[in-house]
T-cell receptor, first 114, second 113 residues
Framework: GQQVMQIPQYQHVQEGEDFTTYCNSSTTLSNIQWYKQRPGGHPVFLIQ?????EVKKQKRLTFQFGEAKKNSSLHITATQTTDVGTYFCAGRAISSGSARQLTFGSGTQLTVLP | DSGVTQTPKHLITATGQRVTLRCSPR?????VYWYQQSLDQGLQFLIQ???????AKGNILERFSAQQFPDLHSELNLSSLELGDSALYFCASSAGTENYEQYFGPGTRLTVT
């Protein structure tokens, strides 16, 4: 079945440093979504990417969708303590068998040290 | 507040028992999803309903079942509980099916002793 891998699993950064998490799918994706889960909270939708090579920005966050639509990344510039949490990517395979299922990556847990 | 409600917030029960988790989607959303999140694990998709009909099935155990009612609320039934079923169970809703963002509820923490 479809697998979505995310690296790194954990990342500790000093406040002000940049952070990047990478997402790789075993199959071509029709779209990819990113979610953030604060400690003790629930996942919250951040963004959806649909087009090959798409880049979207939200303030200090930059999201990219690979040309082959099999990978994606989230980059945070100048991290702040409010960025703490686990970032999940979630992809939907383009093949009909699992087209309706959103598969979540294992997440990257970000710790920001003040 | 996502607009998705889940009850109960916490549930402690013994092995072999059966429990029901309840979810009310955001107003107007037709799709309901159930996920299981174990400690330090990602989100495992269990099942999706759209407007009362089962739409997609993930790695849901045969001991688990779900349904979506005419008022669009959903229930997840877990039976013959095992210690390994202890987890956080999230419900999410979306307006449609495939290209819509999902809004997650606060979750139900199930502890099986």
């Amino acid at each position: 079945g479809q697998q979505v891998m995310q690296i790194p699993q954990y990342q500790h950064v000093q406040e002000g440093e940049d952070f990047t998490t990478y997402c790789n799918s075993s199959t071509t994706l029709s779209n990819i979504q990113w979610y953030k889960q604060r400690p003790g909270g629930h996942p919250v939708f951040l963004i959806q990417l649909v087009k090959s090579g798409e880049v979207k920005k939200q303030k200090r966050l930059t999201f990219q969708f690979g040309e082959a639509k099999k990978n994606s990344s989230l980059h945070i510039t100048a991290t702040q303590t409010t960025d703490v949490g686990t970032y999940f990517c979630a992809g939907r395979a383009i093949s009909s068998g699992s087209a309706r299922q959103l598969t979540f990556g294992s997440g990257t847990q970000l710790t920001v040290l003040p | 507040d996502s607009g998705v409600t889940q009850t109960p917030k916490h549930l402690i029960t013994a092995t072999g028992q059966r429990v029901t988790l309840r979810c009310s989607p955001r107003s107007g959303d037709l799709s309901v999803y159930w996920y299981q999140q174990s400690l330090d694990q990602g989100l495992q998709f269990l099942i999706q309903y759209y407007n009362g009909e089962e739409r997609a099935k993930g790695n849901i155990l045969e001991r688990f079942s779900a349904q979506q009612f005419p008022d669009l609320h959903s229930e997840l039934n877990l039976s013959s509980l095992e210690l390994g079923d202890s987890a956080l169970y999230f419900c999410a809703s979306s307006a449609g099916t495939e290209n819509y963002e999902q809004y997650f509820g606060p979750g139900t923490r199930l502890t099986v002793t």
